[in-house]
Every structure is written in C-alpha cells, then in structure tokens.
C-alpha cells in the first residue's frame, strides 16, 4: 500500500467557556497568526466543548463571539483562515461518535486533564467531559490536518489523536488518516496562574486574580502584575537562577513571549532587578501589546452580525473540506448510504 501525502494543512481551536485570557493569547492565538500564510489554516471556536461543563445559553453565543473577535483583532484574516465555529458544522459531532468507537477506555483514563478538571467530583462530571478528547480528534482529522498549534495542556491530546488515527488506519486497514504533528514551540507553551507558579492560567480558573484577560484595562494589568505571587530574591544573572523558582521564571517567559524575545535575554536585560522594577515593565509591555487588541475587540462586539457573518461563511468553507472527508469516512466504516 503506498502511503498517501496529506496538503499540510493547520487545525485548531479554543473554547468559548469564559473570557480570553493571556494564556490563551500567547500559547494560542498568537501562535495562530504566526502560522496563518505558511499553510492552510483552519481555526475553530469549539462550542461543542465548550458544553461539556455547564454553560448559560445566554453567555455562550457572547463567548463564541468574543472567541471569534480575539482572533480576528489579533491578526487572523477571514479571507486566509478558515474561522468559524464548531457547532455548525454537523461533521465534528458524526466523527467524534465514530472515533468513540475507535478509543479506548484505558486511553481515556490517562488523561491527565480530565482528572484535573473532574478532581473528586468525577462520578458527577458529563459524559461530554470524559469523551472531550475524541471529539477534539474528530475535530482536527474530519480536515486531514497535520499540524496542530496548542499549548502544552493540550499535547497529550495531540498524541491521543495520533493514536486514534492510527488505530483507525490500522482496524480498517487503510491509511485514510494523517498522524497529526503537535506544534508547540516558544517561550509561552504553559503560562502559568499568577497566584500559583504550579498551575496553569485558565479561563474557568476560580480567581480572575490570577489571570489576565484580554479585555482587562490598563489598570487592572498593572494591578494583576503587581500582586502576582514571587519569591523575594531579585532577578538572577542567568536563566539557570530561575531554577525552582516557578512564580519569577513565568513572569520572565511572559516578558520574552510578549517581546518577541527569549528568556535569556530578558535575563541578560533585567538581571538583578527587583520585582519593583520589572512588575511594571512587564505591565506597560503587556498593556503595550494588548491595549490594540482589546479595543479592536470591543468595536468587533458591537457589530456582532459582522462577526456572525464571517463565522457563516468560514463554516461553509469548513464544510466543503470536511464533507468528502467524512463521507469517505463512513464508506470505510460500512455505512450504508442508499
Ligand atoms: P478552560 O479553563 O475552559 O479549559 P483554557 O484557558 O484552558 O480554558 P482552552 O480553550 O482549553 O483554554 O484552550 C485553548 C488553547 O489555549 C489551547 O491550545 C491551549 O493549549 C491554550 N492554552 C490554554 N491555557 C494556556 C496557558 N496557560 N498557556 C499556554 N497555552 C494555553
Ligand atoms: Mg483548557
């Protein structure tokens, strides 16, 4: 069997659970524009996954929207990406159900994530939050793609996906899926929670303390940095300093990322500055490169049939890829189709 080659093609995606945060900026969005023009990209507002906690209906249709403004504001272009959202096109569901019946148990039980995000409660969580990761499968392989740009929360999902399109190729005896490439790089793959170097920021975190979002004003920025934990030692000499110190060593990787710089030299810049010289020039550099975003977000808002518009149009270009793709699908599978 000759292998067939897959047009290098970029999927990915962000919940519409809560407000953008940097997080989601610097291991996400940003990253998107960066690949937008070297391949074929498709960016998705997955409110499929979104349900899979509780949200108020009346919210979600504003956070898709937000979604959906946070990547036109940073840069995407409708004409060269493909944005739009998940729940209007019907073949993420179809092959998600599929790729149910393709993962295993044992797999599912692995993820580090669901049992973070269920903690105790796991008996009591949805169905919907368990089987999340076959759906992001679905949604990466009902387009082929190959690369996939996310942050580091979400690579062994990535490489569940990898498993699931080989199992599938490997069941049915076919290599009908491509084995999808992770692409996480930078220095902001894992931004961390500002009033805890251990864990991740997160839209759904319980503090907005400990999360800037991408709307926050000026002086909310200022304030957020300049209560984030750290220890009390100033800034080292070399990056190897930051070793052991998660709170300084996330706040330097903020700086690099928002810079365009790398670690080592925002340690070559500020070595030996006190959190009271560098809390504020990471303020002013965040605000820096946020400030145009918000409010080219918040005009997009106000014109939501605009943002409807440029999400229907991007779902009907969605569906002529995904279309043939699952219909192929499903003659592998056996499915009749009279
Ligand atoms: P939730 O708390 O609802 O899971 P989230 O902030 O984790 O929200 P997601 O929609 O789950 O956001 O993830 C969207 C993208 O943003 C993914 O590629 C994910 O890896 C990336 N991402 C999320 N949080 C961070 C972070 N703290 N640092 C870097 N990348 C992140
Ligand atoms: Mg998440």
Known sequence: ??????????????????????????????????????????????????????????????????????YLAAGLDPTQSILFNQSQVAGHAELGWVFNCVARVGWMNRMTQFKDKAGTNAE????????????????????????????????????LTRDIAAKFNHDFGTAFFPITEPVIDGPATRVMNLRDGTRKMSKSGESDME?????????????KFKKAKTDPAALPDTLDGLAGRPEARNLVDIYAALDDSTPEAVIAAYQGAGWGRF???????????????????????????????????????????????????????????S
Not at 128 to 133: I, N, R, S, V
């Open 1 to 70: 069997m000759t292998e067939p080659t897959f047009t290098p093609r970029v999927f990915s995606g962000i919940k519409p659970s809560g407000g953008l945060t940097l997080g989601n900026y610097l291991g996400a969005i940003k990253r998107f524009v960066g690949m937008q023009g070297e391949m074929e990209t498709i960016y998705c507002v997955v409110d499929l996954h979104a349900i899979t906690v509780w949200q108020d209906p009346a919210e979600l249709a504003n956070a898709t929207r937000e979604v959906a403004a946070g």
């Open 124 to 159: 009591k969580v949805s169905l919907g939050l368990y089987a999340y990761p076959s759906l992001m499968a679905a949604d990466i392989l009902l387009y082929h793609a190959t690369h996939v740009p996310v942050g580091e929360d979400q690579k062994q999902h990535v490489e």
């Open 211 to 223: 999360r800037i979002n991408m709307t926050d004003d000026a002086d909310t920025i200022a304030k």
């Open 279 to 337: 809390k504020p020039a990471l303020a002013d550099l965040a605000v820096a490169k946020l400030a145009p975003i918000s409010q080219e977000m918040s005009r997009l808002m106000n014109d939501p049939a605009e943002i409807d518009r440029i999400l229907a149009q991007g779902a009907a270009r969605a569906r002529q890829i995904a279309e043939p793709i699952l219909k192929q699908t499903y003659d592998i599978v056996g499915f009749l189709r």
